[in-house]
């Protein structure tokens, strides 16, 4: 049995351990102290002593509100907005005497919009409830007693309950480790929930508890354990444990941590320490920041001009209202005596006319509260969800191997999607797959492997080598790469020579040998065999490694089973050519990291020799061979060369025998420094491994590719076409960083390369004389003159279209983002085509963003799938998180997951333009509509000495936002598209609308104003001379106010609607429904609220059935009314269609005149998107082909 | 807003073993690829537009003006004319004093021949019947309903006397018009028709059958017209239309109609009693008599905005054409046609 053979193994041996043995020393000093007063009563939680400690459940809530917070603190959350606010308080002052229309009408629309809002808000804290609900209502076996374990809730934990957690578990809380199903008590944790590394985790228990390994052993276990407060720390944790009257000292090795998964061990036991909100992940969980989109940015600002507006208006108002009042009674004489000035309330009284103007003002400020829409906010919010959802649902960005669709984990930058200016990218796992593959090796000096990779392959294109002719042809060479995957994940490796066993019969076969059998061994990958087929899989720590095992297993080394102590190898003997089983004694291993940059293991093998096998980067192992080691040396350093050339990984592979005098000195001094609890220790395990890796024998070099994900050439080229700027920000040495810069386009040839780094001759030599302050100063300076250089070769060349590319390491980088310099090197990489800054830490890359998306006050994304890149997605604009393999913490951190590089093709322009344009085009519809039927009050009030009499009946007022006008317009921000998705990545320029904003412009912003003024002016002043003051019917009836009113409301429901259908261009049912139903419902309401009885409809009392409807003079009016507001937009957008047409009008024609099949003339419409292009591998095709034309034009 | 974060830490164990596929479903709505028209304003459409719009404003433009022609309409402007030479500028006193002789005789030609019905109109200038105070300076209720006698809130200062509140209560109800006229033809008087000048709906509904006038213009200062106590105010037709307040300062106001046909040349003597104030604040006063077309009264303006828009849209179309014969440009020609600026990387 798997499980059975598993549980033998003794890991603890592979590897060691940090943290090795606790003592009393340091933080433990503490404990009892303040911030180290927690005290656990293990297996007794019900305990009188534990009660009264009264530590929190374990039942976690994540949501906003609870049912008695909600009402308050979402309408807190509500009338924090400035509009909302403001109808708020007109609300509230409609119930004085001071409010032109009725409270109730003041109030409804009020209430049905922050309703709306409301019910959103319970909808979305009711969803994560019921997340909440799922994860407290998971199960865990608790112990109850007896030693008898039942199922119950995760809710139920109390501090202090002993739970047992099996296999592919999640962890209900934080819990002290008692024991596992391994001897040694260890497990293994996944913490991809808390960091994002897959890699799994040790953790060991206490060997005082670790003999718990049964149930029953549980019935009368007792502990006490006192340890720190809970924080938000995960990686320290300090306590102790009184177990059987002895103290044990408690380290983070033996805290499992909730939401992180139990792996490959049957079972564990453990006691919990932290329950629900104590628990480290929950004390870490901040709110993501909350990102507000340029464009709402904008919108507020318009909504404050329209506040200015507003009050403008309404002092204009008052101020005619002031001097009309006082002039109605002049030395007891009554001018307007029908007004009554000689008996009049403080409104209207002439002796207090300053006084009635002041009150006058406030109700002014309320009648023209139609100003500004009070339903934009919630429009916008539901708009935004629909669009989100679309994005979710679209199936292009799904992607099939991981079943991820892009998920928008917020909405509120849906149409900042469409603005982005520069995207700031992390390279492994966003550009590159983050899966290596085995391609090629060296060993003993020959280079063996015949694949070739992307970057070979973008290598060739760059050199000039024969490329398949014109962009389609291109494709397709990038479709066949991908189609012609190589079949074992991992490895991509075929050379015959070495293949099938006919390795035996190559000259240096030995060296061949010990090369794949160090492949075989050296690492510390676990393997799984398959019981059926027999087949044997790995675990390995990283994808490289993993990549090496299935190498050697693919090469005849089949590595398959791992105990404690040994190593099993299938390996092919040359002289029988037979399979035999081989079995090394493994004694240690020495770490791999990124300070040794090697790693290495000690074995026995069945001779009884002692190996060191050694593998590691090439600047640390050449160093460390023996004289007579360096056999292969030079060809080797050859190879590795030409591989990192061609953005491979390159290690060095090397061993040497040991004697046992060496071995023994070595282990003794090696277990002591492991076993030291001193702060050094990490200095004395290194010395010790220093002093024994050395003197070893070259056998060769391996290389593994990075892969580029599916896709990436051609989306990065998309994007260049819509002239986004990509910035590659990654952790990777400058070689590689350049390599990968050529296979996806980034850089080509004829680029200008700046190379901006501190590998200086003079620094050099400073590092060695290890004077900081000078190392610093010289650095700088460096950098500093490196900049300007760069930056004068920019500007001396700004006419002849050079294009240059910007390459920076992680060190420069320090002293470019310094405050005094920062603004040169912003300069400097604005003005070339590409930047990639290589070796730069996480910081840096967030600093980078702020220093783009500060410096250039344009939009930046940033994409990133590590928990390196968080810091880089939270600063930027919009993060966009890689749903990938390397965990959640991107995605958690991002403001929307997509599977792979390649949709953010899709994302940005597509959904990104579209959103933009549809956000846009709404907002300015928005004041649109409401400016033209605040302006017809406004001007109604002119006529009516200022009174602040509104023209329409209350309700015609209030619902005008809700109902009759608010449905189009969200339609419009839901479905509208100005060209097909197809067209949008047809001709990528079209992104360019959103990206210099000329569709959210001040000057398109005012002109949608203007034409909401000039339509108000119109509607206004047409209904007033064509239905005063003569007969409006034939019975010689007069127009009255209820009758005008009515009118004009229609005229206006009637032109805002129609305005609509005349601005989108997508008219799907949907769209007609919503516009045509507007009015329909108009005359609808009109009907039914004119059949109520007059106590509640007023002047609306019959006034459509009785009075519009049986009058040519309405009809007339309105179809004259409608169309005259109507023409002067429609003619506006005629010319400027046919004249000036924009960009989408441009691609609208050529669809529309079915021009998009003759290929010439898409070439024409796109030529220019091309030239001004510099990245891409179009524009590396007209490059070349411009020197090829250049080249013939010289010759002739 | 955090949407659909339900694949984030917390997905529970059970979820992960049943492993539903989340390709999201392929239809049309989800993938925004409903079928739509998409219309753009090619020059077809363009003129199409502009031309039928011209077909259609046109004709109705005519037929309005000409419907508006046969209206006959005489308007004689009163106010100055019947204030005796006597009181010279002083028409405040004029008015105001109750001792004065209010009448004044006036006399009309009809141009053309008018048929019945002919409605009379006072109309009035400057007059803010729109005005905020003078609107809700009513009680609907009290109108409607005996009932509602009492419910007088709204009305100050015109709501209550010593003996009890004022039907019909406020500021409109009190400042009605109470000019009359008389009019003879050939000293062969003219009936005055009421019947129906006021809306039915009015009548039915908000004036009530059982409320009477009350300590109407009883007391304290008296604004317009008394009411007859003894008629209820549904059948005070000229209550009613005053109290359907104008939209704007300038109105007429329906005052009766003659039920007889006039002919060209005849000359009408109407007998104004010029009592209404509108001195103190500068309105004018006409009387207007009217026939009416299939639309209303006499209205030049609407004809004529049909014909100048239906016209301005057959130039705007023959310009389209024009520019099209002149100047018939390849569409879509990216040289011509370019107004975008990439900026970014030629910098």
């Known amino acids: 049995m798997r499980t059975v053979r598993r549980k033998k193994l003794h890991f603890s041996k592979i590897y060691t351990f940090r943290c090795g043995r606790a003592s009393f020393k340091g933080d433990h000093s503490q404990i009892g102290g303040p911030g180290f007063s927690r005290v656990v009563h293990c297996n007794e939680p019900g305990s009188f002593e534990a009660a009264i400690l009264n530590y929190v459940g374990n039942y976690v809530s994540s949501t906003k509100y609870t049912l008695a917070t909600f009402l308050p603190k979402s309408l807190f959350e509500q009338f924090r907005r400035v509009a909302n606010f403001y109808f708020l308080v007109t609300g509230i002052l409609a119930f004085t005497p001071l409010a032109p229309y009725s409270a109730v009408s003041a109030i409804l629309p009020l209430f049905l919009v922050i309703g709306a809002t409301m019910v959103k808000e319970g909808i979305e804290d009711w969803r994560r409830r019921q997340q909440d609900t799922g994860v407290n209502n998971r199960k865990v076996k608790v112990h109850f007693g007896d030693g008898a374990f039942e199922q119950t809730e995760w809710k139920n934990l109390r501090v202090g309950d002993i739970v047992k957690v099996e296999k592919d578990e999640f962890f209900p809380a934080d819990l002290l480790l008692l024991s596992s199903s391994y001897e040694d008590a260890v497990c293994y944790v996944e913490t991809m929930n808390l960091d994002g590394e897959t890699n799994l985790k040790l953790k060991q228990a206490l060997e005082a508890t670790s003999s718990l390994q049964e149930d029953s052993n549980f019935g009368d276990f007792k502990a006490l354990v006192k340890c720190e407060d809970p924080n938000a720390n995960l990686y320290s944790f300090v306590g102790s444990m009184e177990f059987e009257e002895q103290q044990y000292p408690l380290t983070p090795q033996q805290l499992l941590l909730r939401d992180s998964k139990l792996r490959n061990t049957d079972y564990i036991y453990g006691a919990v320490i932290f329950t629900g909100q104590d628990t480290k992940v929950i004390q870490n969980s901040t709110d993501p920041p909350s990102k507000r989109s340029r464009i709402e940015k904008k919108m507020d600002k318009i909504i404050y001009f329209l506040f200015c507006v507003l009050v403008m208006l309404s002092f204009i108002g008052s101020v005619y209202f002031g001097i009309t009042t006082n002039d109605d009674l002049e030395n007891g004489t009554m001018k307007r005596w029908y007004l009554r000035p000689d008996n009049s309330t403080i409104f209207f009284d002439p002796k207090r006319a300053p006084a009635a103007a002041v009150y006058h003002f406030l109700t002014a400020v309320m009648l023209y509260s139609y100003l500004i829409p009070i339903s934009l906010y919630v429009s916008i919010e539901i708009v935004k969800v629909l669009q989100s959802i679309f994005i979710n649902q679209d199936v292009h960005m799904y992607y099939e191997e991981a079943d991820k669709p892009a998920n928008a984990r917020t909405s509120n930058l849906n149409e900042e999607l469409g603005q982005v200016d520069t995207i700031l990218s992390d390279k492994t796992g966003t550009l590159t797959c983050n899966s290596m593959e085995f391609i090629k090796c060296s060993v003993a000096g020959t280079a063996y492997g015949h694949g070739v990779t992307e970057v070979e392959k973008a290598m060739a294109r760059r050199k000039g080598s024969p490329l398949p002719n014109g962009l389609e042809a291109d494709k397709d060479t990038a479709k066949d790469t991908s189609v012609a995957k190589s079949l074992i994940k991992g490895f991509n490796f075929e050379d015959e020579r070495i293949m099938n066993g006919n390795w035996v019969n190559e000259p240096h076969s030995y060296v061949v040998q010990k090369f794949l059998r160090l492949l075989a061994i050296c690492h510390t990958a676990i393997p799984e065999v398959d019981e059926e087929t027999g087949k044997v899989s790995y675990e390995a720590e990283s994808p490289d490694e993993a990549a090496f095992v299935i190498a050697a297993r693919e090469l005849g080394f089949e590595f398959y089973k791992r105990t404690q102590t040994s190593v099993s190898l299938h390996e092919l003997d040359p002289v029988s050519g037979k399979k035999i089983d081989r079995l090394y004694g493994l004694l240690n291993v020495l770490e791999f990291n990124s300070s040794r940059k090697r790693m290495s293991v000690i074995v026995r093998d069945e001779e009884g020799k002692l190996l060191l096998l050694s593998k590691g980067a090439d600047s640390v192992m050449f160093e460390r061979l023996a004289k007579n080691g360096r056999e292969f040396e030079e060809e080797t350093r050859e190879h590795v060369n030409e591989y990192a050339d061609a953005g491979l990984r390159t290690l060095i592979l090397a061993y040497r025998e040991l004697t046992e005098e060496e071995y023994k000195a070595f282990n003794e001094e090696f277990t002591e420094a492991k076993n030291s609890v001193s702060a050094d220790r990490e200095a004395l395990i290194d010395e010790a491994t220093e002093k024994i890796e050395k003197d070893l024998i070259l056998l060769g070099a391996t290389a593994v590719e990075d892969k580029l994900q599916n896709g990436v050439p051609e989306c990065i080229d998309k994007l260049a076409q819509a002239g986004i700027k990509i910035w590659v920000l990654t952790g990777d040495k400058m070689e590689t960083a350049i390599n990968i810069g050529f296979a996806c386009s980034l850089l080509r040839q004829g680029m200008k390369q700046i190379i901006i780094n501190l590998e200086t001759p003079k620094i050099k030599a400073l590092e060695k004389a290890e004077d900081k302050l000078a190392i610093a100063k010289a650095s700088k300076e460096s950098v500093l003159q490196q900049i300007s250089e760069g930056k004068a070769q920019v500007t001396a060349s700004s006419e002849s279209s050079q294009a240059f590319a910007l390459i920076i390491d992680g060190k420069s980088l320090v002293y470019a983002l310094e405050d005094d310099m920062k603004n040169l090197f912003l300069e400097l990489a604005v003005g070339c085509a590409s930047v990639i800054c290589c070796r730069s830490s996480p910081k840096q890359k967030a600093l980078v963003t702020r220093l783009v998306k500060a410096g250039t006050r344009k939009t930046t994304l940033a994409i990133g799938d590590g928990a390196n890149d968080v810091g880089m997605l939270q600063e930027a604009d919009i993060g966009i998180g890689i749903s990938g393999v390397e965990g959640m913490q991107a995605v958690m951190s991002s403001d929307i997951a997509i599977a792979q590089f390649r949709f953010l093709e899709r994302l940005l322009l597509v959904h990104g333009h579209w959103c933009y344009r549809r956000i846009s085009s709404m907002i300015c519809y928005f004041f649109y509509k409401n400016i033209t039927f605040g302006l017809t009050v406004f001007l109604y009030e002119a006529h009516a000495s200022f009174s602040a009499q509104p023209a329409y009946n209350d309700w015609f007022l209030s619902f005008y936002n809700v109902f009759f006008t608010s449905l189009p317009v969200i339609a419009m921000g839901v479905f509208d598209q100005d060209v097909s998705a197809r067209f949008c990545l047809k001709f990528p320029l079209l992104y360019q609308e959103g990206v210099q904003n000329v569709l959210f412009s001040w000057r398109r912003i005012l002109g949608w104003m203007f034409n909401g003024l000039c339509t108000a002016i119109i509607i206004f002043f047409l209904c007033k001379a064509s239905l005063d003051p003569q007969a409006f019917n034939r019975n010689g009836k007069v127009a009255g106010l209820e009758i005008v009113g009515a009118t004009m409301y229609t005229c206006v429901v009637w032109v805002v609607n129609c305005q609509m259908a005349l601005a989108i261009s997508y008219f799907t049912l949907i769209q007609h429904l919503f516009i045509w139903g507007g009015v329909a419902l108009w005359y609808l309401f009109l009907l039914a609220y004119g059949a109520i009885p007059p106590r509640f409809s007023t002047t609306a009392y019959k006034v459509f059935v009785e009075c519009l409807a049986p009058s040519p003079s309405f009809w007339l009016v309105t179809i004259f009314v409608v169309i005259s507001a109507l023409i002067p937009y429609f003619s506006y957008k005629s010319i400027q269609m046919r004249f000036f047409p924009m960009y989408h009008g441009m691609i609208q024609w050529i669809r529309h005149e079915g021009h998009c099949e003759d290929p010439e003339y898409c070439n024409m419409v796109r030529q220019r998107s091309l030239r001004s292009q510099t990245v891409g591998f179009t524009a590396r095709i007209a490059a070349r082909n411009n020197r090829v034309t250049d080249r013939f034009h010289n010759h002739g | ?347």
């Open chain 2, 1 to 347: 807003m955090d949407l659909g974060s339900t694949d984030g830490a917390s997905e529970s164990p059970s979820a992960a073993a049943k492993k539903h596929s989340k390709k999201p479903k392929y239809s049309k709505f989800t993938q925004q690829e409903l079928p739509a028209c998409k219309p753009i304003l090619t020059h077809g459409w363009v003129i199409t537009a502009f031309v039928s719009v011209g077909v259609i404003f046109i004709p109705i433009g005519l037929a309005s003006l000409f419907a508006s022609e046969r209206v006959v309409e005489i308007v004689d402007r009163y106010d100055k004319d019947c204030v005796p030479s006597t009181y010279g500028n002083d028409t405040l006193a004029y008015i105001q004093s109750t001792q004065t002789n209010k009448t004044c005789i006036r006399s009309l030609t009809v141009p053309k021949q008018m048929k019945s019905p002919i409605y009379i109109y006072y109309q009035l200038d400057n007059f803010y019947q729109n005005h905020r105070r003078y609107v809700n300076s009513r009680s609907d209720e009290q109108l409607r309903s005996k009932a509602y006698e009492f419910d007088t809130d709204d009305c100050d200062p015109e709501s209550n006397t010593d003996k009890g509140p004022i039907v019909p209560c406020g500021l409109i109800a009190w400042s009605l018009f109470n000019d009359t006229y008389g009019f003879s033809l050939q000293n062969k008087v003219l009936q005055v028709s009421k019947k129906g000048i006021a809306w039915k709906s009015d009548q039915k509904h908000k004036f009530g059958s059982d409320v009477y006038p009350k300590n109407f213009q009883s007391s304290g200062l008296i604004g317009g017209a008394k009411l007859n106590k003894s008629i209820p105010l549904s059948n005070q037709v000229d209550l009613i239309v005053w109290m359907r307040t104008a939209a704007l300062p300038t109105f007429r106001k329906l005052y009766g109609k003659i039920e007889v046909d006039l002919e060209a040349n005849q000359k009408i003597t109407v007998v104004i009693q010029n009592n209404y104030n509108t001195y103190s604040f500068g309105g004018k006063k006409k009387l207007v008599l009217s026939t009416t077309s299939w639309f209303g009264g006499k209205n030049d303006f609407l004809g004529i905005a049909y014909l100048t828009v239906g016209g301005l849209s057959l130039f705007m179309a023959i310009s389209f054409i024009l520019l099209y014969v002149v100047k018939p440009r390849p569409l879509g020609d990216p040289s011509l046609l370019w107004n975008i600026n990439p900026v970014g990387h030629s910098n």
